[in-house]
């Protein structure tokens, strides 16, 4: 019997969505406010969604706790109060869009779980602009 267990989380970053090898008016023209150089920041939501089989032994499919603290050192400690761009070395050749954020992030959390599990990441970058990630 296969169950998705939930965790939230949240972070606060700021980006800026440009191409270096770009003008800046072609960069203003695709990405428009986004492309300020003085960056712009967003309250991000996460939600990491783990399917697997409920442990006979435990009722778990996994222990929230543990997902939470993948989370906590993958996530929460390395993009919350950052510049994405300028902080986080995921970021220095890839264009932070929530698309590739969801990516990144999908990938941190994917290496510290059981390979039998399915992962699906959402992402929330305003409460009506949010993408979806489930490694396919």
Not at 34 to 50: M, Q, R
Not at 103 to 117: A, M, S, W
Request: a negative charge; proline letters at 4%.
């Amino acid at each position: 019997m296969r169950v998705t267990v939930h965790r939230r989380a949240h972070f606060n970053a700021a980006h800026r969505l440009y191409r270096k090898d770009w003008s800046f008016e072609k960069n203003d023209q695709v990405f428009g406010k986004c492309n300020n150089p003085n960056f712009h920041g967003h309250n991000y939501e996460l939600i990491a969604s783990v399917t697997g089989d409920i442990d006979p032994e435990t009722g778990y499919v996994i222990d929230v706790k543990i997902l939470k603290d993948i989370i906590k050192s993958e996530v929460e400690d390395a993009f919350d109060h950052k510049n994405l761009n300028l902080e986080v070395p995921e970021f220095q050749e890839l264009n932070p869009t929530a698309e590739n954020i969801v990516v990144v992030i999908y990938n941190k959390i994917k290496k510290h779980l059981n390979p039998d599990f399915d992962l699906e990441v959402t992402l929330y970058e305003t409460p009506r602009n949010f993408v979806t990630y489930s490694g396919e």
